[in-house]
């Protein structure tokens, strides 16, 4: 295979030798040293081939990669820390633009803010910061991109807290479809910044983010642990507890095997900024029902948080995920949780549920893209093992479990957590009007969808002049 265009054609070997000669970074094709390990990416269940890859060296090596693409019809993938789902982050035969060396970051201590270039980590993001003492909303696994998080959203530890990634964007610079490098903030070019704040990769590429930061120390964090068989206590107690949380207070649930062979439901909390009451809200999540058979406390620095479930989501695996959200957990959809997590087809397959809320909620729902700001649950179902002749088993349960807890949602879903799953579920992830706005937007910056390797949002169609 080499560099194919969308007609399937190969592109002639003086048009890539001029984008070599072009752009500072490092070009690898398919029989280039270093390409084995350039096309790569952190799901082991994508082994696509690239036809060419970009390693960009400064934004404007992403503006010739991009022109390039669009010059000859050549179907690109944007990669940064190459974390996504559904294997967007690679494509075969096309042309991938790899970020993953931009990690240029600079904080700002008079405003408030940290720039940073967007092949950065959050690992990387979270060490700077910290060290002033300051923090972002990032998610919850330390080696996730901070491009592709951001602009889907942003759902982590700190976003009851501080609100998602996307509510503390301040600007961006984007390179469009045409080459163009806008500015995107509040004041500049408005509609591209509201696009960006929830809308994944369709209207740009994002080279620069500008994210206000807010103080940050360390945080209490633990876990307090039940049996399955007292499901019915800890729904009822999570879902009371979860209604008169405190903001600070970022709660996840999931479930572990105990050593008598049955099933355990761990919560865990992060108190994000420990005060006097901390003891008595841990306290209170211990009182659910029967005795916890596990119960753990610790104070740990911010970025060491962020690391907790870094050993869960190890790179090179074969992953596979449903996503939806709930309004609260009942006994019967935890029972059925937990049914689901006991079928499971391979031990590194996990079930979790996030609560949302807090700041979150308080932003209204018109102000960005993403558009679920309901209190409630994201609750994740992620298949995962290392085999490839296991892939139709572990799919096939993710599939089906999800299935079985469709009665339960409450329609939304994470664009993050969404593979490759067709129009309807993009839709779910952002509501009629939502994907309206974000379509006619499309088309405003992006109306040949050269941004296409992504949840893709079609552009709208020019209005049909109204007949006599």
Known sequence: ?????????????????????????????????GYAQARLVWNG????????????????????????????????????????????????????????????????????????EPGLLL???????????????GGQVSHTGIAGLTVGGGIGWLCRAQGLTVDNLVAADVVLADGE?????????????????????????????????????????GVVAYRAADHAAVARGLSAFAATAPDRLALAAGFFDLEDGSTGIAVR??????????????????????????????????????????????HHRRYYTRSFMVDTVTEEALATLIEGYRSRKSELSQIGLMLLGGQVARIAPEATAFPHRDPGFLVTLLGGWTEEQDDRANTDWCRSVYDTLQRFTSGGVYVNELVDE?????????????????????????????FRVNQNIKPAKPTEPARA
């Open 1 to 33: 295979m080499t560099l194919k265009n969308r007609s399937g054609q190969p592109v002639e070997q003086s048009h890539i030798d001029a984008l070599r000669a072009a752009v500072r970074g490092e070009v690898f094709a398919q029989d280039d040293e």
């Open 45 to 116: 269940y994508f082994n696509r081939r690239p036809g060419l890859i970009v390693r960009c060296a400064g934004a404007a090596d992403v503006v010739d990669a991009v022109r390039f693409a669009t010059e000859h019809d050549i179907l690109l993938a944007v990669r940064s820390g190459g974390h996504s789902y559904p294997g967007h982050s690679t494509i075969d035969d096309g042309l991938v633009v790899d970020l993953s060396r931009l990690k240029g970051i600079r904080v700002d201590l008079q405003r408030g803010v940290a720039i940073c």
């Open 123 to 137: 690992a990387e993001l979270d060490d700077e910061t910290y060290r002033f003492g300051l923090a972002v909303t």
């Open 181 to 221: 490098v806008r500015r995107a903030s509040a004041e500049d070019d408005a509609d591209l910044f509201w696009a960006i704040r929830g809308g994944g990769g369709n209207f740009g590429i994002v080279t620069s983010f500008e994210y206000r930061l807010h103080p940050q120390g360390a945080c209490r964090t």
């Open 269 to 314: 909390y992060v108190d994000t900024a420990p005060a006097e009451d901390t003891d008595a809200l841990v306290d209170a999540l211990a009182a659910f029902g029967p005795e916890p058979v596990l119960r753990t406390t610790e104070t740990l620095p911010y970025p060491k948080v962020q690391q907790l479930a870094d050993a869960d989501m190890a």
């Open 422 to 450: 067709g129009e309807r579920r993009i839709l779910s992830a952002y509501g009629e009007d939502h994907y309206r706005r974000l379509s006619e937007l499309k088309a405003k910056y992006d109306p040949n969808n050269v």
